[in-house]
């Protein structure tokens, strides 16, 4: 017997239950009873009669290092990080979007470096807009954005490196992280020097302040770079 | 010597005593602690490292906490909407000086202390099984919660303390400037029941539409978390539909007493009582969709897919259901509406025979509409016959175009209902009351002739025009009639003549289980919802956040969900029942002392003075 007949029949059976307290019980809380245990087996026949249909999880996608030989799969490991673990796509779109709380990533990988992109993941507020609404020193305007690197996210280095690769591949352009640069399980994080020298701030980080900033090269994976703002 | 033995006899009941609440609590602590004893399987070695702890000996634990939390959340509707609903009538009986208004009040008030220690019962056993099942879920959760787990602590401390007063208080609050202190208590109870229903919604929205955390001071991380997108759209809508619990349980526990009722007295008291909490729970339930429309329109401008896993993915035959209970529920209303017009004002019965058979007419042709799916599942041969999955006659009301339309239709029809047995039995007196009158039948023709128009208008826009300005224009113009026809009766009615006096307890049985029906309806689409929101986060236990990689990561279909809506509802209408039974227990023994000899109705906290000065 499948399980929706053996609901069904309970239900029946509920049903039948409350006629028989209805027909001769004539105490009337039991009777209310009655009627209850009709109505709600009534409400459950009803939903066991329309399309019965579960909703079963989809795989789960797990980094396996050993399967990625070329910077393709980086991407495409890169992109299931980003719609899931990563939480990008909670805020972020790729494309214009009414319900997007934060910038749109559309060719984010054409206008900025990797050194950048990877900056602006694990040390967001190093390059900030400065709030001017108020008299005396403009004030730091944190960026809404957190370190991915840290919990609750909490990606690894290898994880950021494959979204970098997924973000450049999505904006047309040449994929500058090698597989090389992955850390296979046990191996320390490889520093990883800039391919090329920092981009130009989009123009919507230009307004920062002159910074020099340090990077934490243990937490960020990247050697100690000086980044020159305005 | 005696007085040796007396202090041992007393040492040792005092040992019994203690021995038996030790015995009982290491019973529950037993009880309690079985997801971790040896009898949970643990889904790893290391407790450190453990996601999710199980017994699938009592039914896994998804179906535990299903139904713990479902029973849980009811129970607080309960006692959330309780206080509101108790407040309410208090301030109508101070103001109108009736006593029986104010007895009301207290004799659902009295309920609370018992209900509380039944709400927080399940939710203490709820959160140890969560900690127990969900050990992950719930560091993370607690990571960016604690400061508002805090707030929530002391919350229930102020709650406890101001329920004590007005409680406890009543006796000795009943006129004058303590009356007004009295009233402000109510007040306060509610003001804290609101913080105490609003905290707890933020933990369960930020699952539903989490915001990502940045860095900053625990407080701020758990500020941001709690102003998800969604937190006031479900706190408005869970207020509201607290209110309409509160009434309809109010109308379900009258409707039981009336069945049972054994004198005239009794049949008065409790026919009336039956109307007090209908009017209550109408009253509460017309403005609950608009409130469900944001709730819904948030939900789709935070993420279209979940819009759609709801409303046109494997959750979209919920909504017919849904329609379903809601449509009941309409009718259940208005049918105890037309009752109370045909039985408690003599010679009114001809009077509205033909508008009562019109608005059931429309109110039936509007939940058919309702009703309808938005496609069919059908075998290959079926749809090529359809020409497609969309039926082509019905395919056109199974769209949200139409199914908004009939819906305010529905709330503009049971608006009617009510004014019209407001009105019933009275003659208005001033002289603007011919265009008063006529003001109001127009507002209804015209509000019901432009909701139609912008539904069939809605077809040929697109989605996002219809959902952006139309549908909220429709609700709207129901509002404005609301808002506009309310006042203007209430004006009219106070200079009117009572033609016909309201007669109470003629009602005929079938009142009482109308309003056992439309409690059973609100339980059951409070489960429903609660279905809905949980399934529509699919396989996560925080969305797009922390994935649930448990067995239980899948959605059940509708019918098995059914089957523990069912029992849940089940189950809670028989603590309710308990707890009414409880609290009214004490007072059938004063009332017998007291030589009433069941002559007044046995009033949960009814105050033997107010009895008395009824019964001379």
């Not at chain 1, 520093?191 to 920092?198: E, G, K, M, N, S």
């Amino acid at each position: 017997m499948s399980e929706v007949a053996l609901l069904q029949l309970i239900g029946l059976g509920v049903i039948g239950t409350g006629i028989l307290i209805l027909l001769f019980i004539q105490s009337r809380f039991p009777r209310v009873i009655g009627f209850v245990m009709i109505v709600l087996g009534t409400f459950s026949l009803v939903a066991l009669s329309v399309p019965q249909m579960a909703s079963l999880p989809p795989a789960e996608e797990k980094f396996d290092v050993a399967s990625i030989k070329t910077a393709n799969d980086m991407a495409v490991i890169g992109q299931k990080i980003f719609f899931s673990k990563g939480q990008c796509a909670l805020c972020h779109s790729i494309g214009p979007s009414e319900s997007a709380r934060c910038p749109d990533l559309k060719g984010i990988g054409a206008k900025l470096s990797r050194e950048f992109i990877y900056e602006s993941l694990t040390q967001p507020q190093a390059y900030i807009y400065l709030d001017y609404r108020h008299e005396g020193p403009p004030k730091d305007y944190p960026a809404r954005m957190p370190h991915i690197n840290r919990n609750p996210i909490g990606l690894s280095n290898n994880e950021i490196l494959s979204v970098i690769a997924f973000l450049q591949q999505m904006s047309g352009e040449p994929i500058t992280v090698s597989p090389s640069e992955i850390a296979m399980p046990g191996q320390p994080v490889s520093v990883t020097a800039p391919a090329r020298a920092p981009a130009l701030p989009s123009p919507a980080k230009s307004k920062t302040k002159g910074k020099t900033k340090k990077a934490d090269a243990g937490e960020a994976g990247l050697v100690a770079m000086v980044v020159h703002g305005r | 010597m005696r007085n040796h033995d007396a202090s041992h006899g007393r040492v040792l009941r005092r040992l019994n005593v203690w021995g038996l609440s030790i015995a009982g609590l290491a019973l529950l602590a037993g009880l309690l602690g079985l997801p971790v004893s040896g009898w949970a399987e643990d889904a790893a070695g290391a407790s450190a490292t453990v996601s999710y702890r199980d017994i699938p000996q009592l039914g896994g634990s998804r179906n535990i906490i299903w139904v713990v939390a479902q029973l849980h959340l009811l129970l607080a509707g309960f006692v959330l909407g309780v206080p509101i609903f108790a407040w309410l009538c208090e301030i109508v009986g101070w103001k109108a000086g009736e006593k029986r208004y104010d007895k009301l009040a207290k004799e659902f008030t009295k309920l609370l202390t018992s209900s509380y220690a039944t709400t927080a019962l399940f939710g203490g056993i709820l959160l140890f099984l969560l900690i127990g099942f969900y050990p992950k879920l719930m560091t993370y959760l607690t990571d960016i919660f604690f400061p508002s787990f805090l707030v929530y602590c002391a919350l229930f401390l102020l709650e406890t303390v101001t329920l004590y007063l007005y409680w406890y208080g009543w006796d000795v609050m009943l006129e004058g400037r303590v009356k007004v202190f009295h009233l402000f208590l109510g007040f306060l109870l509610n003001v804290f029941a609101f913080f105490i229903m609003i905290i707890p919604n933020s933990w369960a929205t930020f699952q539903a539409s989490p915001v990502v955390i940045a860095e900053g001071s625990s407080l701020a991380r758990a500020w941001a978390a709690t102003w998800n997108p969604t937190w006031w759209p479900v706190n408005v809508h869970r207020l509201i539909a607290n209110v309409v619990l509160g009434g309809f349980i109010c109308g379900a526990y009258a409707g039981v007493r009336y069945l049972s009722a054994k004198s005239a007295e009794e049949r008065e008291h409790y026919d009336w009582m039956g109307y007090v909490g209908n009017f209550i729970g109408v009253f509460g339930m017309l403005p609950l969709p608009f409130a469900g429309y944001w709730l819904m329109r948030e939900v789709y401008q935070y993420n279209q897919q979940m819009g759609i896993t709801l409303m046109g993915g494997f959750l979209s035959w919920l909504f017919i259901l849904q329609a379903m209970l809601i449509g009941v529920l309409f009718l259940g209303a208005n049918y105890y509406f037309w009752l109370g017009i045909t039985y408690r004002i003599p010679g009114a019965e001809m009077k509205y025979k033909r508008p009562i058979m019109a608005m059931l007419v429309i109110l039936l042709l509007c939940l058919g509409v309702w009703m309808t799916p938005h496609s069919l599942v059908a075998s290959l041969e079926e749809a090529r016959k359809l020409g497609g999955t969309h039926h082509p006659l019905l395919g056109v009301f199974g769209v949200m175009s139409a199914k908004m339309t009939v819906a305010n239709l529905m709330i503009l029809v049971t608006f009617m209902s009510f004014i019209m047995y407001w009105r019933a039995g009275k003659e208005e007196t001033a002289t603007w009351a011919k265009v008063a009158k006529a003001l109001m039948g127009g507002l209804f023709g015209v509000a019901a002739i432009v909701i139609i128009v912008l539904g069939v208008w809605g077809y040929f826009v697109p989605a996002i025009v219809r959902i952006n300005y139309f549908s909220v224009a429709q609700v709207l113009i129901v509002l404005f009639v609301l808002l506009t026809v309310t006042p203007l009766t209430a004006l009219l009615m106070k200079t009117a003549r009572t033609t016909t006096e309201m007669v109470w307890g003629r009602m005929p049985p079938r009142a009482g289980y109308a309003l056992v029906l439309n409690a059973v309806m609100v339980i059951l689409l409070m489960t429903l919802m609660g279905y809905a929101r949980s399934s529509s986060r699919v396989h996560w236990h925080i969305y797009g956040v922390m994935r649930d990689s448990s067995p239980y990561a899948y959605s059940p279909a509708l019918g098995y969900a059914a089957v523990f809506m069912s029992l849940n509802t089940f189950i809670f209408c028989m603590l309710v029942a308990f707890i009414f039974w409880v609290a009214t227990m004490g007072d059938k023994g004063h009332a017998k002392d007291a030589g009433h000899g069941g002559a007044l109705p046995a009033m949960a906290g009814g105050s033997q003075s107010l009895d008395q000065s009824k019964s001379s």
